[in-house]
């Protein structure tokens, strides 16, 4: 009885912490600038966490770091659910399994909150560049090695580029960036000769014609883009998958987590952003738990062990 009545009493304790949450602002940490498909997305999501708890938000850009800058503004933050990071390969998977001097362990230190979606990168080149084609760029990276300018950000990115060097036996020379709108600037002004990139945060740029997309990453073409040949279709076997989600501080209560988890997966699950989505970046809603995310970063983390395992991930 007494068992049982401690079980009530820390029900009704969650309960009205759940309720009370969130008691004020909402603060996002995005980890890459502005511009960026995790910019935009985010922006859309905390635009309407005001309609949703009540409680105004607001998106903090953190760039820098392969996305250490925004962890660690994370987990110095109270740990009461109001401090949100947007997640993505980089700072969950790649950069842990890069660096040994990390100050935080992703599985430990980061709470999961909502699986957001998954989608593709495209290959572009500036609206002026003399490369044309994607075999273009290949095929001059292969007969003139250190020459062709590739520009990416994070480590996903930086390893997704690696990866197609690999397979394809081009050799660039690897410029990193903060953040996708700088790096796809110099694109546009011819200071790099391609770049890896996200769909999203590209399109606006593709459709004015100051970006030029040369393949996407998918299985397939993309929606967006039905005339741009996927890397695969033009028989490289090579796909770069962008997943995205939030996470809080592993010490916020469960009741807040639980809380930021439905108000999230609430916007996520909507109608309203499956249209937003839909017309920003084309890729795949996933509205998953946080203990799905969990499970995929766990499983993303053994796939990129043994990739490095065949590839020095270490080299530039």
Same mark, same amino acid.
């Given at each position: ?198 769909? $999203? =945060? ?8 100051? %970006?030029? +997309? ?5 299985? &397939? @073409? ?59 970046? $084309? =890729? ?8 799905? %995310?969990? +499970? ?5 983390? &053994? @796939? ?13």
């Amino acid at each position: 009885m007494a068992a049982g009545l401690g079980s009530i009493a820390l029900t009704r304790g969650l309960g009205a912490q759940s309720a009370a949450y969130p008691s004020k602002p909402v603060r996002f940490i995005v980890g890459l600038g502005p511009g960026s498909g995790a910019d935009t997305a985010t922006r859309f999501i905390a635009e309407r966490i005001g309609r949703t708890a009540g409680q105004t938000a607001v998106v903090e850009n953190r760039p820098g770091g392969d996305g250490l800058i925004a962890v660690q503004n994370l987990l110095s933050a109270p740990p009461d659910g109001h401090a949100v990071l947007y997640l993505s390969p980089s700072p969950m998977v790649l950069t842990p399994l890069l660096r040994n001097d990390l100050p935080y362990d992703p599985i430990r230190d980061i709470r999961p909150v909502a699986y957001m979606s998954r989608g593709y990168a495209v290959m572009v080149t500036g609206g002026n560049s003399p490369h044309k084609t994607f075999n273009d760029v290949i095929s001059l990276a292969r007969a003139k090695p250190n020459t062709v300018k590739m520009s990416n950000y994070g480590h996903h990115y930086r390893i997704g580029a690696l990866s197609l060097q690999k397979l394809t036996g081009a050799d660039f020379i690897h410029v990193a960036y903060k953040g996708a709108g700088q790096a796809n600037n110099d694109v546009i002004a011819g200071d790099i000769d391609v770049a890896l990139t996200d769909i $999203g =945060g590209a399109m606006p740029l593709i459709e004015s014609g100051r %970006l030029r +997309a040369l393949a996407t990453t998918g299985p &397939g @073409r993309h929606k967006f883009l039905p005339n741009v040949p996927s890397v695969k279709e033009l028989g490289i076997p090579y796909e770069l998958m962008v997943w995205t989600g939030y996470g809080v501080h592993a010490k916020t209560p469960e009741a807040n987590a639980r809380k930021i988890e439905e108000i999230l997966l609430q916007i996520i699950r909507s109608k309203e952003y499956a249209e937003y989505n839909e017309k920003q970046s $084309g =890729g795949e809603v996933v509205g998953a738990s946080g203990d799905q %995310l969990k +499970a995929h970063v766990i499983a993303e983390t &053994g @796939r990129y062990r043994e990739l490095g395992k065949s590839m020095n991930l270490g080299e530039q």
